[in-house]
């Protein structure tokens, strides 16, 4: 079982809808969370971030972790075309020498 | 505005013939990643430094792999000698020590014929 676990799609979803993006992770360690948006031939850049447990809210995006079952999401509100691309989430533990472990990226096209 | 760059963005080879990445980091980040990405297994760390040491490079084949950071604003990644199931795209990304921001590269899309 690799330590975190992501649903790779693809998700296809019309302009306007609510997007619930997902992973769970093995790694109790684990304290920092990450969302990553990549763009296709483009390397990853970083959505949201998020300390521990708790809900991040940022625009239109909003970052939920639940470390008592190992799970993350991510929801996105009023999802735009703009939006399709792979989102990956990262995770990091302390003393871990800031080192991420990445799930395999989510594809989502949001169609017009 | 700053940004991690790298160098080729593509890179056609023949088996067996050694190919070399580079990568310049933002200036101020002391910290460097190489990760690799395919749709099998998704980003992969390969090896990453701090301040030009090599912090772990555990996630490198160590045959033919091998990583460098010559200076501050330089890492190279470079295989020897490639081969097919290298074929991938490597990603360069850069941090600030006291920050879990990586800044990723756009990238060199290898393919090892």
């Known amino acids: 079982q690799k330590e975190v676990e992501q649903d790779p799609g693809p998700l296809s979803v019309p302009e306007g809808a609510i997007v619930s993006l997902n992973c769970t992770y093995s790694?109790?360690?684990?304290?920092?969370f990450m969302w990553y948006r990549q763009y296709s031939r483009k390397g990853p850049e970083l959505l949201m971030y998020?300390?521990?447990?708790g809900n991040k809210e940022d625009g239109r995006f909003t970052a939920q972790v639940d470390k008592s079952s190992k799970y993350i999401s991510l929801f996105i509100r009023d999802s735009q075309p703009s939006d399709s691309a792979t989102y990956l989430c990262?995770?990091?533990?302390?003393?871990?020498?800031?080192?991420?472990?990445f799930g395999k990226g989510t594809l989502l096209t949001v169609n017009p | 505005d700053a940004r991690v760059t790298q160098t080729p963005r593509d890179k056609v080879t023949e088996m067996g013939q050694e190919v070399t990445m580079r990568c310049q980091p933002i200036?101020?980040?002391?910290?460097v990643f190489w990760y690799r990405q395919t749709m099998m297994q998704g980003l992969e760390l390969l090896a990453y430094?701090?301040?030009?040491?090599?912090?772990?490079d555990s996630g490198m084949p160590k045959d033919r792999f091998s990583a460098e950071m010559p200076d501050a604003t330089l890492a190279t990644l470079k295989i020897q000698p490639s081969e097919p199931r290298d074929s991938a795209v490597y990603f360069c990304?850069?941090?600030?020590?006291?920050?879990?921001?990586?800044?990723f590269g756009p990238g060199t899309r290898l393919t090892v014929l």
């Open positions: 990304a850069s941090t600030r020590d006291s920050n879990n921001e990586q800044f």
């Open positions: 790694n109790s360690a684990f304290q920092y």
């Open positions: 998020t300390y521990s447990s």
């Open positions: 990262a995770m990091s533990a302390p003393g871990s020498n800031y080192k991420l472990t």
């Open positions: 200036l101020g980040h002391n910290t």
């Open positions: 430094f701090r301040n030009r040491a090599p912090l772990d």
